[in-house]
């Protein structure tokens, strides 16, 4: 049988979110753990990690992504003399999106097949910019996948000042409808309270370098010993530790895939005429506005800006909804 016709006739298994083919002898399935554009890690079915590459007509397609494969793609391969080549790839359950950091117009694909995105902010040392949880957030919406915000190193927090600042910070997208964790390495509890929302779980873990990310990973489950990094005290800067996203095994259940740390979350392929959609207290107000076709900008009777002036909308969401519209 024909795999290529196969999985192009997408016959489905009993789960309608995926597609099933026999696999013609000497094919197996699995999971890619790790890519770098050159070579890929696939984990089989029976858990040995083999190193790929593309089939050539893959290789050679044209498309908009960095990469042809992303960490959780379901893909097809079959061993060619000493050589594991990926055949084909699975169609994706679910992906996220962002800007290639070089190549404006090209799409980075973070990762594929994922049930929630855990957002790691820093408290402190660095401080992560709202603006930044904001098109994450945004941009997780736009493909229907949860996400949870972790706010890390509130053990930094040294004056009431900011331990306020941070409390408001959380109840703000607490009372948008997400899920918020004030949390530190060092507090058992927050810890715990991470380590259930990833139990069982395929989860994408993102933020801005030196926030924590690895470290976390390594606190809920320390048999992995993700490499982790110091912030400079001097510029609150942290320096890159992952340098490809990767995928590993919870000894609990599920699996984390942990990604470079990035300082901007660039907007791609999202209609800005959609954009409002996005942020969940803006979409409560569809066709509250005048004009259905509103951009929430400058235009009269609009009930978003209204709600802003009114403080019922947070400014800084606002704000950095109009840097993305324009950015759009």
């Known amino acids: 049988m024909d795999i290529d016709f196969c999985l192009s006739a997408k016959i489905k298994r009993k789960n309608p979110e995926h597609y099933f083919c026999p696999l013609t ?102 401080k992560t910019p709202l603006g930044f949880i904001d098109r994450v957030t945004a941009t997780a919406e736009s493909y229907s996948i949860p996400s949870i915000l972790i706010i890390n190193k509130i053990d930094l927090l ?89 995928m590993h095994k919870l000894s609990f259940g599920g699996h984390v895939i942990d990604t470079p740390g990035v300082r901007s979350f660039g907007l791609i392929e999202i209609d800005r005429r959609f954009l409002s959609h996005y942020f969940p207290e803006m979409e409560a107000l569809l066709g509250q506005c005048k004009y259905y076709d509103c951009t929430h900008l400058d235009e009269p009777g609009c009930k978003v800006k209204e709600m802003v002036d009114r403080g019922e909308i947070a400014e800084s969401r606002y704000m950095s909804y109009l840097s993305m519209y324009y950015e759009g």
């Open 25 to 126: 002898a000497g094919v197996l399935e699995g999971t890619v753990v790790k890519s770098t554009g050159k070579y890929s890690l696939v984990k089989l079915i029976d858990g040995k990690v083999v190193t790929t590459s593309l089939k050539g007509k893959m290789r050679l397609q044209k498309s908009r992504e960095t990469h042809v494969v992303a960490v959780g793609d379901k893909v097809t391969l079959e061993k060619r003399n000493d050589d594991w080549i990926i055949e084909d790839i699975l169609p994706r359950r679910n992906q996220l999106n962002r800007k290639a950091t070089k190549l404006s117009r090209s799409v980075h694909v973070v990762a594929a097949n994922i049930d929630q995105i855990l957002i790691i902010a820093s408290a402190k040392n660095p």
């Open 158 to 246: 040294d004056s009431d000042e900011d331990v306020e600042k941070w409390t408001n910070i959380g109840r703000l997208y607490q009372d948008i409808g997400f899920e918020v964790i004030p949390a530190s390495i060092y507090d058992t509890e927050s810890m715990e309270k991470v380590l259930e929302i990833l139990r069982g779980r395929e989860t994408l873990v993102t933020g801005q370098s030196g926030v924590g990310k690895s470290s976390i990973i390594n606190a809920i489950d320390p048999v992995l010993n993700i490499k982790t990094s110091v912030v400079s005290n001097f510029n609150e800067k942290g320096k890159h530790t992952t340098t490809f996203a990767e």
